[in-house]
């Protein structure tokens, strides 16, 4: 694998000495064929000029910040690597348009990224120019920020016309490419700032990761090493031999290192695509694995979870999985369930239990810590439920659980290993009060240093010192401090376990429960019970103060619930958690996809849904299931209640087929009318 000191150096001999080979193939869904534009080291290289130029241009220096606002695509990862040559500072931000809410998640992380990075550049698409800059000149949070109204706005496709119809272009980035020779001839950008990496925010307001050059190359080097030494047992091709693909958005960790940035040192082949395709045809997934015989794919759970649901519509396709021989699952907390029922799915096309391999990243460590497997198939312990609730680990072995058989469901679950640590990263599980290093098959926090390991949060001293400055009792003063993960696990025959973030830990009558282990449990048991289970997407569990201590509260994601039988799930949700763990609901919310707080990449925002639970915004599923018919109504309900409505109003029997332009309503009226269905449909 190729390790350098600088990028632009590197991307120019890559271009000399490996001109037409194509490292990135970007596929467009257009009228439901796809279409496939090849990049090589020679477009790449020559591209990343262009951006370098027109950043010069519009005089953007060493240190200033540049929103890179693009769609997923060849602009956006040339305009990110001209950055990075230029010693400017990436910020890669998804694109706002015009239907997302200005009070919605993407509009928020693009205001939080401008007004914390200061940035001096924002690079958008067509579409998006004239919104973000309407609302940066007149949103009350930006209009008093300091050289607002000198923000520059790039949009791509005017770069590339600028590039086609002006003669002097070529020219001046010739001379630039001299200029750039002389300033690179033996500089070492290792340490320099190459990009700003925005947490995902599911816990807290989202932090600027400061990421060096070094970093990126070495994150990209442990994940390579990682692959080389599976590869020795496996038949998993390395390097140019290599084809990987990722619909993972490339303003996040695992979209943008291990899809773009690590294809760059290991030459291995890498196939993009937009989340929005993945998004509007899921299965194309699956597809286009078989198609370019890929060897390396992966996402989070929920990605998997989406692929189990959809299987049944493969009745009469035939795809080739055979190849796809690492098939890795991160991001969000690792089932062993769901990636146990994708096997037995996928089974058929070619998918085996030795291509699964869950891992753990985070973005403080640039991507990720472990995920190094050898076994035929990834371990996993079973460990004691009422241990967990005293904060304490007990692993049943292997001769227990023989003797265990009957009990193993209710007193016991299973936790999915994430692999050895990846070289080049040293973890340890600690105990938070002692701050002293725990043994093998102890419980406590993950905390890591390494060549990965982030220097901090941007303009965030408080927190920097907090997360990233830890030392071990009676450590030596010298000695290279910890980043504190805030996650809960253990290590165990070298392997590393997570059970959950240590802030999301329900702590009920004196006794921990982990979220992830309740709703498993429930929709293990939905599954087992209702032939619509498909119908709750998601259980989120929760814990809410009512009267003085904490109680226990589910939210339900449901797509459809008008088909639902709610006073069965209610009292099939009840008892199976009082059988297994011996605790009672509060109270159980529904609220529809669309209404689940959630970050960009997927995450559930708990403390928001919590927040929401409090002040009623959802559905309780108490209230439906004592009067069904005033909450759960059909179309034909909703449109007579709504003609009703109008025809008390207007004072004349209105008709579905009424134009309501003819309406005789008036202003006042109409705010009456809208304010009644507002409270109604509440």
């Known amino acids: 694998m190729n390790k350098f000191n600088n990028l632009y150096r590197y991307l120019k001999s890559r271009a000399l000495n490996d001109s037409n080979d194509i490292l990135y193939s970007y596929l467009k869904l257009q009228e439901g064929n796809w279409s496939e534009e090849p990049i090589s080291w020679s477009d790449l290289f020559q591209k990343v000029i262009d951006y370098c130029l027109y950043y010069k241009e519009l005089g953007i220096e060493k240190g200033d910040r540049i929103i890179i606002a693009l769609e997923p695509g060849p602009d956006f990862i040339c305009a990110f690597y001209a950055a990075i040559c230029l010693k400017a500072i990436a910020i890669p931000c998804y694109p706002p348009t015009e239907e997302d809410p200005k009070d919605g998640e993407i509009w928020n992380r693009f205001k939080y990224s401008l007004i914390h990075s200061q940035a001096s550049l924002i690079l958008c698409e067509k579409k998006s120019e004239f919104i973000i800059k309407d609302?940066?000149?007149?949103?009350?949070?930006?209009?008093?920020?300091?050289?607002?109204?000198?923000?520059?706005?790039?949009?791509?496709?005017?770069l590339s016309k600028k590039i086609i119809q002006d003669s002097q272009w070529q020219e001046k980035g010739r001379e630039l490419i001299l200029k750039l020779d002389q300033e690179n001839n033996s500089l070492n950008d290792l340490e320099n700032i190459a990009l700003l990496q925005f947490t995902s925010g599911s816990i807290y307001l989202p932090k600027a990761v400061i990421l060096t050059l070094n970093n990126l190359i070495e994150n990209a080097h442990s994940l390579h090493s990682g692959l080389v030494s599976i590869s020795l047992i496996r038949d998993l091709p390395i390097g140019k031999k290599m084809r990987m693909l990722t619909w993972l958005p490339p303003y996040h960790d695992m979209g943008l290192i291990q899809g773009i940035f690590y294809p760059l040192l290991s030459q291995a082949k890498s196939y993009l695509y937009s989340p929005k395709d993945f998004t509007s045809r899921p299965l194309s997934w699956l597809q286009l694995i078989s198609k370019y015989k890929i060897h390396l794919s992966g996402g989070p759970n929920f990605a998997f979870k989406m692929m189990n649901k959809l299987r049944r519509k493969l009745k009469n396709e035939t795809l080739d999985l055979s190849n796809w021989r690492f098939i890795y699952s991160g991001s969000e907390q690792v089932q062993y369930s769901i990636l146990d029922d994708f096997i037995k799915a996928y089974g058929e096309f070619g998918v085996q239990?030795?291509?699964?391999?869950?891992?753990?990243?985070?973005?403080?460590?640039?991507?990720?810590?472990?995920?190094?497997?050898?076994?035929?198939?990834?371990?996993?312990?079973?460990?004691?439920?009422?241990?967990?609730?005293?904060?304490?680990?007990?692993?049943?072995?292997?001769?227990?659980?023989?003797?265990?058989?009957?009990?193993?469901?209710?007193?016991?679950?299973?936790?999915?290993?994430?692999?050895?640590?990846?070289?080049?990263?040293?973890?340890?599980?600690?105990?938070?009060?002692?701050?002293?290093?725990?043994?093998?098959?102890?419980?406590?926090?993950?905390?890591?240093?390494?060549?990965?390991?982030?220097?901090?949060?941007?303009?965030?001293?408080?927190?920097?010192q907090k997360i990233f400055k830890n030392q071990l009792q009676n450590a030596d003063a010298h000695e290279e401090e910890y980043l504190d993960t805030g996650d809960l696990g253990f290590i165990y025959h070298n392997e590393l376990y997570i059970l959950g973030r240590r802030k999301e830990l329900l702590i009920l009558k004196g006794k921990n429960y982990y979220p992830h282990d309740i709703e498993m449990i429930i929709s293990k048991k939905l599954k087992k019970e209702l032939e619509d289970h498909h119908h709750i997407e998601n259980v989120i569990a929760l814990s809410i103060t009512y009267t003085g201590e904490e109680e226990l509260t589910l939210l339900l994601e449901v797509k459809d619930k008008h088909s639902v039988h709610w006073?069965?799930?209610?009292?099939?949700?009840?008892?199976?958690?009082?059988?297994?763990?011996?605790?009672?609901?509060?109270?159980?919310?529904?609220?529809?996809?669309?209404?689940?707080?959630?970050t960009i990449s997927g995450k559930i925002k708990r403390n928001e849904c919590r927040n929401k639970i409090i002040h009623k915004e959802f559905i309780n599923l108490d209230e439906i299931v004592k009067s069904p018919k005033d909450l759960l109504l059909s179309k034909e309900d909703v449109k007579s209640k709504v003609l009703n409505w109008l025809s008390k109003l207007t004072q004349e029997t209105i008709e579905e087929n009424h134009p309501f332009l003819q309406l005789n309503i008036d202003s006042i009226q109409l705010m009456k009318l809208l304010g009644e269905i507002e409270h109604y449909f509440q």
């Open 135 to 158: 609302y940066t000149v007149f949103s009350k949070t930006l209009k008093n920020i300091q050289n607002i109204l000198h923000l520059e706005f790039v949009v791509a496709k005017k």
């Open 353 to 464: 239990y030795s291509s699964i391999y869950p891992c753990y990243g985070l973005a403080e460590n640039t991507l990720a810590v472990s995920g190094v497997h050898y076994q035929k198939k990834p371990s996993y312990q079973l460990v004691c439920r009422k241990s967990l609730q005293k904060g304490q680990l007990k692993i049943l072995k292997g001769q227990e659980q023989l003797h265990n058989q009957k009990s193993l469901s209710a007193d016991y679950y299973k936790i999915i290993s994430c692999g050895q640590v990846l070289k080049g990263t040293q973890v340890v599980i600690v105990d938070d009060k002692s701050r002293t290093v725990l043994g093998g098959g102890e419980l406590g926090t993950i905390w890591l240093k390494g060549h990965s390991k982030s220097k901090g949060y941007w303009n965030n001293t408080l927190d920097t």
């Open 567 to 598: 006073a069965e799930i209610q009292s099939i949700i009840r008892n199976e958690l009082l059988r297994v763990l011996n605790i009672k609901v509060s109270s159980i919310w529904l609220a529809s996809p669309a209404r689940i707080p959630k």
